[in-house]
């Protein structure tokens, strides 16, 4: 079985300011895992995935993501935010088996980012 | 982006009518798979199949059935629509083996009044 928490439901930051997503997870095989990003009305955009290569992870549009296995973790930054980072970020998880991508996700994140 | 259409794009029904939401991709890809969005829940799986004619129940697939009959093609049907699968309806593919990804379409808002 797997799960994912995402921490904070609405997350507000400053233009130019640190962005921090929280995600962990819960997995009984090693897990893939992955943020996506979704826009409004729109669908699911890959940001970065983790697949057992390299811990910190680098994505598209200034992301990046490290898995911690002793926090169960995969947390989502980003140093600098922009106006165009205002979406909903899903972290979701996968079973290492090979057989497909199932996904299970967390409940989204909503990004709001001020001048 | 991935060659995935959803149709319709929107729809409107009436509790106890049936409904077809339709996935076509043009990946060939072998798995194909069925979200619903709600608020508080994220996406959850509906259904998905791993081959032509090969199908499997996800998390919350009472009240759904699917179908495959070809690689492109992958429909979600609800036999009796009830007001609370009111949703957006999605259809992700992945090519499946290791270090794949998935990918989605733009999702179906389904309205069951």
Known sequence: AQSVTQLGSHVSVSEGALVLLRCNYSSSVPPYLFWYVQYPNQGLQLLLKYTSAATLVKGINGFEAEFKKSETSFHLTKPSAHMSDAAEYFCAVSPYTGGGNKLTFGTGTQLKVEL | ?113
């Open chain 2, 1 to 113: 982006d991935a060659g995935i259409t959803q149709s319709p794009r929107h729809k409107v029904t009436e509790t106890g009518t049936p409904v077809t939401l339709r996935c076509h991709q043009t990946e060939n890809h072998r798995y194909m798979y069925w979200y619903r969005q709600d608020p508080g829940h994220g996406l959850r799986l509906i259904h998905y199949s791993y081959g032509v004619k090969d199908t499997d129940k996800g998390e919350v697939s009472d009240g759904y059935s699917v179908s495959r009959s070809k690689t492109e093609d992958f429909l979600l049907t609800l036999e009796s629509a009830t007001s609370s699968q009111t949703s957006v309806y999605f259809c992700a593919i992945s090519g499946g083996g290791l270090n794949t990804e998935a990918f989605f379409g733009q999702g179906t808002r389904l309205t069951v009044v």
